[in-house]
């Protein structure tokens, strides 16, 4: 019997100690920040409900949920009659109650819900964790991916909307990548849909223009004029998600066209104080408005952002987020606003690796010494060696066989980036001291185990 090739899933990766220490270290930046401007963290279970998750993302989301069978028989209620109806909604409703995490945003809604008379509102929580999308896999798109989020949960206050694009700034200045932070308002798009073909159009039009940086304009016309959008409105809307120049000169252009709508209006006012208040307090920070920015998931109510990078093959978005003040209330708790952004882990790993930002202490082992070795009486020293240099917190390892050749155990160093090298052999045994080589500088020095310390402590 022919031996199965192993592979994993389309969309999916393995990740090698190197990787996973590149991507700890974007975490860590990410959540450093996160406690400076203090948000929480929680975690949430992989699988929720399907019921939780379905409806939440408006339909193109709902075709990306990965859906979970049921244990054991799952199809004992699955009858000829069902599967001659072939009725595709009831079918998956019998054989699958649960659905892995589509993002972040829903299941932190329902555990507000289930943990409110525990939570102190508002709420600011941090939460990062991997998401899954049976989305088409191709570069910087994958089936499963993490997300970071920070959210604030229990205040209509837009002063929560001016710390998230801080956190924006800060993070990526951290990181070193130039970024281009979008902003635009839910409230601007359903002013939008009003005066362009009616207010009940504002997820039909938000969906499409949502693909523009897909599709282009074109294809965004054609999308609606399969929905029965005429010439006349569609060029009305590209009219004005395509104005241009300084903000005031465009939120005063859009004011006159949105003058006949009370929601566009006060999206306008909300974009106004963010814009007006970030140029008070932080100036370094700069956003820009675009009408054209749409976040076509269904729940967003208020400000929505985007993040893309400005260096780089991969233009597309790499962090994301709104205000969306219904969402608790699906769910049983009324009147609680919230918003939130996530960062795209996967996304921000690909553009760090294209344009060699990550730093040297990245590149391969957390080992500061590899402890090499002769015979077994050598080996004996080696090991008081690192046991010392451990207690100490120094990161080391001694290399595992007795291996004459000091070159091969040298080579070994080398592979895993092991900066020094302590060669312990009969002349050092004698001195009580190691033969300790930095390996990046073709340097070598005897020192004593307490010398060798202060040497890599400094």
Known sequence: MAKEKPSIPKGTRDFGPQEVAKRKYILNTIEKVFIKYGFMPIETPSMENLSTLTGKYGDEGDKLLFKVLNSGDYLKEITPEILTASNQQLTTKLISEKGLRYDLTVPFARYVVMNRNEIAFPFKRYQMQPVWRADRPQKGRYREFWQCDADVVGSDSLLNELD??????????????????????????????????????????????????????????????????????????????????????????????????????????????????????????????????????????????????????????????????????????????????????????????????????????????????????????????????????????????????????????NKLNIPFAAVAGTDEIAQQKFMLKDLNESKQELLSIEEMIERLKN
């Open 164 to 413: 998230l694009i801080q956190i924006y700034a800060e993070v990526f200045k951290g990181l070193g990548v130039q970024v281009e932070i979008k902003i635009n308002n839910r409230k601007i798009l359903a002013g939008i849909a009003e005066v362009v073909k009616g207010a009940e159009h504002l997820q039909t039009i938000a969906v499409a223009i949502d693909k523009l940086d897909k599709i282009g304009e074109e294809g965004v016309s054609k999308e609606l004029s399969a929905l029965d959008f005429s010439d006349i409105e569609i060029s009305s809307l590209f009219e004005i998600i395509t104005t241009k120049g300084e903000d005031k000169e465009m939120l005063q252009s859009l004011k006159s066209k949105l003058q006949s709508s009370t929601e566009g209006l006060k999206g306008i006012e909300e974009l106004e104080f963010v814009l007006n208040s970030l140029q008070q307090i932080n100036k370094s920070v700069s956003l820009k408005i675009d009408f054209s920015l749409a976040r076509g998931l269904s729940y967003y109510t208020g400000c929505i952002f985007e993040v893309a990078a400005l260096e780089g093959t991969l233009k597309s978005s790499i962090g994301g987020g709104g205000r969306y003040d219904n969402l608790t209330g699906i769910f049983g708790l009324d009147g609680v606003s919230g918003v939130g952004i996530s960062f795209g882990l996967d996304r921000i790993y690909d553009v760090l690796e294209e344009l060699k930002l990550f730093p040297d202490d990245t590149q391969g082992s957390h080992t500061k010494v590899l402890f090499c070795y002769f015979d077994e009486a050598s080996q004996a020293y080696a090991l008081q060696g690192v046991t010392a240099l451990r207690n100490v917190g120094i990161a080391s390892q001694i290399y595992p066989d007795v291996v004459k050749k000091i070159g091969k155990q040298l080579d070994f160093a």
